[in-house]
């Protein structure tokens, strides 16, 4: 008993720095959206379930015991979170953060009012925590989901340039840790969530994997340069470019046709100097 115990505070420790390293990893994105002055694709949806998600658990903490793990990171994945959201707020145009408050109104306002208020006046003891424990679990499944309207935009447009790929992998590493900790626990409510988060994390990767070598070949064709109507352009100090086949067929063409044209002109000439010779002599027989 004793063994497997500090096997859990093994993982939780280590289940705290990966989830450290998870709530630091969307940096370079928001970084981005400060380059850039928008937000362009990126979504607020996982930000805004993180942020109720920890929430949830800090409360399910307080009604257990020994998870003072849980605690510690839950509080700094609140404090994140809320610069993340605040920061998406300022640079996202007016419907995304319409949208982004009416999230936040019914999630965090709504959503974590009505846990607590039902939890305390309805429930008493063991069975207050088992309740707030399946929301967590239910909530907890919603932070694994919510980056799949990412993975939909990726199919949809073949892309992986909004697809933060640094969250997908710590949320992978995350979720193999909190799962041995759980199970260590015996918390079903902890370790149950972190198996679909872990599969759903492997398919984040392989699907960039897949669009991300998909994406670098688009790049490459596009970049090839096209060679129409190809214009030589001879220097005296410069020694003359070799020729392709297809160039000197062009020049032998253009010959032709330049021969031709002198040719059709010679003989157009030459007949109006007949015909001028011929109209002095017409002249003098009606004379």
């Given at each position: 008993m004793a063994i497997s115990g500090h096997w859990a505070f093994?993982?939780?420790?280590?289940?705290?720095?990966?989830?450290?390293?998870?709530f630091l990893s969307p940096?370079?994105?928001?970084?981005?959206?400060?380059?850039?002055?928008?937000?362009?694709?990126?979504?607020?949806?996982?930000?805004v379930i993180a942020l109720f998600s920890s929430m949830?658990?800090?409360?399910?903490?307080?009604?257990?015991?020994?998870?003072?793990?849980?605690?510690?990171?839950n509080s700094f994945?609140?404090?994140?979170?809320?610069?993340?959201?605040g920061f998406y707020l300022y640079y996202a145009p007016k419907k995304a953060r319409?949208?982004?408050?009416?999230?936040?109104?019914?999630?965090?306002?709504?959503?974590?009012?009505?846990?607590?208020?039902?939890?305390?006046f309805?429930?008493?003891?063991?069975?207050?925590?088992?309740?707030?424990?399946?929301?967590?679990?239910?909530?907890?499944?919603?932070v694994f989901v919510a980056p799949l309207c990412i993975v939909r935009q990726v199919i949809k447009t073949k892309s992986v340039e909004y697809m933060p790929i640094l969250l997908s992998v710590f949320l992978t590493l995350s979720a193999i840790a909190w799962f041995f900790y759980g199970l260590l626990l015996k918390d079903v409510n902890i370790a149950a969530p972190n198996i679909l988060g872990f599969i759903f994390g492997i398919l984040q990767m392989v699907l960039y994997a897949m669009y991300r070598k998909k994406e670098k070949t688009i790049v490459k064709e596009q970049n090839l340069p096209e060679l129409q109507n190809p214009v030589i352009i001879l220097d005296d100090n410069k020694k003359i470019p070799e020729l392709t086949?297809?160039?000197?067929?062009?020049?032998?063409?253009?010959?032709?046709?330049?021969c031709s044209g002198k040719i059709q002109m010679a003989s157009t000439m030459n007949q109006n100097a007949a015909k001028e010779e011929k109209l002095p002599n017409l002249q003098t027989v009606e004379a």
């Amino acid at each position: 008993m004793a063994i497997s115990g500090h096997w859990a505070f093994a993982f939780g420790v280590l289940g705290n720095i990966i989830s450290f390293i998870v709530f630091l990893s969307p940096i370079p994105t928001f970084y981005k959206i400060h380059k850039k002055k928008s937000t362009e694709g990126y979504q607020s949806i996982p930000y805004v379930i993180a942020l109720f998600s920890s929430m949830l658990w800090i409360y399910y903490a307080f009604l257990k015991t020994n998870t003072t793990l849980l605690i510690s990171i839950n509080s700094f994945g609140v404090f994140i979170e809320t610069i993340y959201v605040g920061f998406y707020l300022y640079y996202a145009p007016k419907k995304a953060r319409v949208h982004t408050v009416k999230m936040l109104l019914l999630t965090v306002v709504g959503g974590f009012g009505a846990v607590i208020l039902v939890t305390q006046f309805l429930f008493k003891g063991a069975a207050r925590g088992q309740v707030v424990g399946w929301i967590c679990l239910i909530f907890s499944l919603c932070v694994f989901v919510a980056p799949l309207c990412i993975v939909r935009q990726v199919i949809k447009t073949k892309s992986v340039e909004y697809m933060p790929i640094l969250l997908s992998v710590f949320l992978t590493l995350s979720a193999i840790a909190w799962f041995f900790y759980g199970l260590l626990l015996k918390d079903v409510n902890i370790a149950a969530p972190n198996i679909l988060g872990f599969i759903f994390g492997i398919l984040q990767m392989v699907l960039y994997a897949m669009y991300r070598k998909k994406e670098k070949t688009i790049v490459k064709e596009q970049n090839l340069p096209e060679l129409q109507n190809p214009v030589i352009i001879l220097d005296d100090n410069k020694k003359i470019p070799e020729l392709t086949e297809e160039q000197i067929i062009d020049i032998v063409k253009l010959g032709k046709l330049v021969c031709s044209g002198k040719i059709q002109m010679a003989s157009t000439m030459n007949q109006n100097a007949a015909k001028e010779e011929k109209l002095p002599n017409l002249q003098t027989v009606e004379a």
